[in-house]
């Protein structure tokens, strides 16, 4: 098969398999912009104690480093808008775990492409040293507004984002150059923390980072930035204008179970491990843990007690 028609069946598979957005990039090393701009990220300490964020920097700027002779990205973004918020947990989380969702509707795509031609190829999400929102922005997906989210023109940023990387050449996308924030500054005005500036996301002050990452104890009078959140936090997302273009997504394993959506506060408040287990079993919660999750609600109850 020619690779204009490889590339339309491959766009075309993506859709079949549920994702929102498909987009191509050639795989090349990244940009000297981009690696100066990362590099100075971490060297002022801005990723906390996200160690892993340091670590393989040759397979994050070169994807021959991820796959063997990688000569094509295909990046894809799922809709995880949920039809509504449930209060404290970030609404990427309502359902099942994201990874292994986007993961394996990107190797059955694999599949799909090798029933076709041979390709070696591996899928990514959120998963390995992957500069992701590089590569949606260079195969066209949309661009990183001031919230470093990648926001997709016409349909907001909630959404994960996937790849494949593979050993086959294909068409590719043009990348991204627009900038659609203009002079909106809302997430950065209305980040809780202080966390986003014009210089970028300092995670020590991310809420999200704070509540899910940072393991031990959180930083003193954190409740008072909180809000309801104790897992996570969405308000750059839920201040952005591009998000008004949201639409629910209709996945039945992003959907939450009956369990979570049942939960009151008091029920928070007195969450045993066997709750726990079973309210979030194979959900990216698990991630947190039981012990931190409490000590989050304990963080967000100290404040309400002082009022
Ligand atoms: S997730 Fe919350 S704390 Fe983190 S940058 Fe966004 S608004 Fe700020
Ligand atoms: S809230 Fe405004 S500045 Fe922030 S990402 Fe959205 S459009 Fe850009």
Request: charged fraction near 25%; proline fraction near 4%.
């Amino acid at each position: 098969m020619k690779k204009e028609d490889l590339t339309i069946f491959i766009k075309s598979e993506a859709e079949r398999l549920g994702f929102d957005i498909c987009g191509i990039a050639k795989a090349e090393t990244v940009s000297e912009e981009t690696i100066q701009g990362y590099n100075d990220w971490i060297g002022q300490g801005n990723h906390a104690t996200m160690g892993y964020l340091e670590r393989n920097c040759e397979k994050r700027f070169d994807p021959t480093q991820l796959v063997e002779r990688c000569r094509s990205i295909i990046c894809v973004a799922l809709n995880y808008a949920p039809t509504q918020s449930i209060e404290g947990i970030a609404d990427y989380a309502q359902g099942k775990d994201y990874h292994k969702i986007v993961k394996d509707r990107l190797y059955l795509l694999l599949q799909s492409i090798n029933n076709i031609c041979k390709v070696q190829g591996r899928a990514f999400c959120d998963s390995a040293p992957v500069m992701e929102r590089y590569w949606a922005v260079t195969a066209g997906l949309g661009y990183i507004g001031r919230n470093r989210q990648l926001i997709i023109p016409g349909k907001g940023s909630k959404f994960f984002l996937g790849e494949l990387f593979v050993d086959i050449e294909l068409c590719y996308d043009a990348p991204y150059t627009r900038n659609l924030c203009g002079n909106c500054r809302k997430c950065i005005e209305g980040c809780p923390g202080m966390a986003l500036s014009d210089d970028g996301l300092d995670a020590n002050r991310c809420l999200s980072y704070l509540t899910i990452e940072h393991r031990g104890k959180l930083p003193e009078n954190i409740g008072k930035m909180m809000g309801n959140c104790f897992y996570g936090c969405d308000r750059c997302q839920a201040v952005c204008p591009h998000n008004r273009f949201a639409t629910p997504n209709e996945i039945p394993e992003l959907q939450p179970g009956v369990e979570l959506l049942e939960m009151t506060t008091d029920n928070w408040n007195t969450l045993t491990k066997e709750q726990y287990d079973i309210l979030f079993a194979g959900s990216a919660v698990e991630r947190c843990g039981y012990e931190q999750l409490v000590r989050n609600i304990t963080a967000l109850n100290e404040i309400k007690s002082e009022k």
